[in-house]
Antibody
Framework: EVRLVQSGAEVKKPGESLKISCRGS????????VAWVRQMPGKGLEWMGV????????KYRPSFEGQVTISADKSINTAYLQWTSLKASDSAMYYC???????????????????WGQGSLVTVSS | DIVMTQSPDSLAVSLGEGATINCKSS????????????LAWYQQRPGQPPKLLIY???TREYGVPDRFSGSGSGTDFTLTIRSLQAEDVAVYYC?????????FGQGTKVEIK
């Protein structure tokens, strides 16, 4: 079965660090871009950034650049989203999502999201 | 950034009736040739992750009931639900994948009247 499985809910204090994970299975993990999408309580969906696990090429939404780090370990088919110093405003549900893509010479172009993880709820509170 | 604006924000529809959701992009999401519109639709039921319904504006994802259909081009797109079922209660989002950052509409909540 093709799936993305995310790490569980986290409760942290402001200023603490956190790394959540997203493990792909049932497909060739290194051949697909994986994105992170934030959903704040009662709100809509916001694309944060994306990584291509094959070569760790990463792109960020400007508003998230420097605030989070996206990485991947292709040896264990896992992508990560990391914070060094959490704020209360980081409290949200975070989804990883796989991009359907098409291949052109020397490049894999990400398109829509065709597979989603179940979500990781992050709560930051003193 | 391409801004995606959906309308209405919410709608209540009787079971068996149709529902129409609109999505407008701040610039065209149409590729130069081939008539490809970089627009997808998602359904998010309460407490669940989003689920892909439609891509390339009108292509239904495998396994999605045919009561869901998408149309439109350029900057104006529509998701139509023919004969609403109880399980269609959800928030629906459009997504443009024409350029980074990928951007979603604000969502349209569909409820039963």
């Amino acid at each position: 079965e093709v799936r993305l499985v995310q790490s569980g809910a986290e409760v942290k204090k402001p200023g603490e660090s956190l790394k959540i994970s997203c493990r792909g299975s049932g497909y060739i993990f290194t051949n697909y871009w994986v994105a992170w999408v934030r959903q704040m309580p009662g709100k809509g969906l916001e694309w944060m950034g994306v990584i291509y696990p094959g070569d760790s090429n990463t792109k960020y939404r400007p508003s998230f650049e420097g605030q989070v780090t996206i990485s991947a370990d292709k040896s264990i088919n896992t992508a990560y989203l990391q914070w060094t110093s959490l704020k209360a405003s980081d409290s949200a549900m975070y989804y990883c999502a796989r991009h359907r893509s098409f291949t052109v010479p020397d490049s894999v172009v990400p398109l829509w999201f065709d597979l989603w993880g179940q979500g990781s709820l992050v709560t930051v509170s003193s | 950034d391409i801004v995606m604006t959906q309308s209405p924000d919410s709608l209540a529809v009787s079971l068996g009736e149709g529902a129409t959701i609109n999505c407008k992009s701040s610039q065209s999401v149409s590729y130069n040739s081939g008539g490809k519109e970089a627009l997808a639709w998602y359904q998010q039921r309460p407490g669940q992750p989003p689920k892909l319904l439609i891509y390339w504006a009108s292509t239904r994802e495998y396994g999605v009931p045919d009561r869901f259909s998408g149309s439109g081009s350029g900057t104006d797109f529509t998701l139509t639900i023919r004969s609403l079922q109880a399980e269609d209660v959800a928030v629906y989002y459009c997504l443009q994948y024409y350029s980074t950052p990928w951007t979603f509409g604000q969502g349209t909540k569909v409820e039963i009247k």
